[in-house]
């Protein structure tokens, strides 16, 4: 840039300020650059404040004296007494079945426990997994594309809870067949036989709405589907024993107890399946979303399902799971509702206490004796 610089006597005491004037060529170059200037559009830079969402809950997830009322005369009292203290103070129930028969051998809290349920949450994969094994869509070492560089088998979407997966086995097999799947495994009936104060969950009879995300949310999550803890029970004692679907029966008086008879519903034909689904439920207990059960118990293999999610103001908190053992086998279905503090790995927290308190009982140790008539009965409707 040129100017031009006029000068005085720096002894001048009277001129204190150098006087600078442009040149020509400088004072055409300033006004070519003022002109870019004005025509270049100017860019506001404002800061962007996150926003986070927090969900609000409504309901708490502790409560007392939950188990009050419950008619216990018919149970397992080693049972009955393992499932209360691993339950403690917490807001939910726990259903303890012996899978070979459909015998409730506890269940703490029975109020919630027969209610219509709530939003299976998760724990509905274990319906959609078997409903596309049985089609062939897919077996364990099936891998399926959720992203440019994510692929994942049924294994680890099982042990990781992964959702994008089973959106896309949702969308694959469609609602018809995902439904039929759904009430051939006892989902939309009641489980129970003769079973006091039990009420039924609800299964559409329609696809919900895409704005809700359709049948993959419907397989991912359980939206629009209400399921019970005894419904959830069934299906995992039907999955403990090869296939038979049994109605379950809660004893409630000791002569019940002696002529207890099993009563079968229908037989599922999943035995083939259930090396291809064993090994992510019990990837779940040993390094997925249900791992928390080994805080507690880690002596015999458990094979489970977590599931979390929330509607209304209310968080819940689900772990179905059996013990894989020679003796001693038993159902546990741990249900929870309540805030922030209830979900899924809680769920399964409590079930790995059921158990602990089990095998310092020798549980898994001593064969159950079941009485002389135990021969099951035919298809009852």
Known sequence: MAANVATRSLSNPKTKVSKISEGPHARKRMRRLARSRALRPRTVRTARR?????????????????????????????????????????????????????????????????????????????????????????????????????????TEALAHSNNAYFEALGRRLGFEKVSYYAHQFGLGELAGYRVEGEQLGTYPDEEISSKLGGVGRMCSFGEGISMTPLQLGGLVSAMANGGTLYYLQHPTTPDEVANFQPRVKRHLDIAPLMPQLSDGLAGAVEYGTARSVRLNFNEEEVLGKTGTCSRAGTRFGWFASYANTEVGRIVVVVFLQGGRPTFGPKAAEIAGRMYRNLYDHNFFVEKAVLPAATSPLGVVQ
């Open 50 to 154: 996150r926003r986070h969402y927090y969900e609000r809950f409504r309901t708490s997830s502790f409560a007392e004296d939950i188990a009050e009322g419950d008619a216990i005369d018919g149970e397992d009292p080693v049972v009955r007494q393992a499932a209360a203290d691993a339950l403690g103070n917490m807001n939910g129930t726990v259903v303890a079945i012996e899978p070979t028969s459909g015998r409730v051998l506890a269940m703490v809290n029975q109020k919630l426990a027969l209610s219509s349920g709530a939003q299976p949450c998760s724990t509905i994969k274990l319906s959609v997994a078997l409903a596309a094994l049985s089609e062939g869509v897919i077996d364990k070492g099936t891998e399926i594309k959720l992203g440019r560089r994510s692929r994942i088998n049924l």
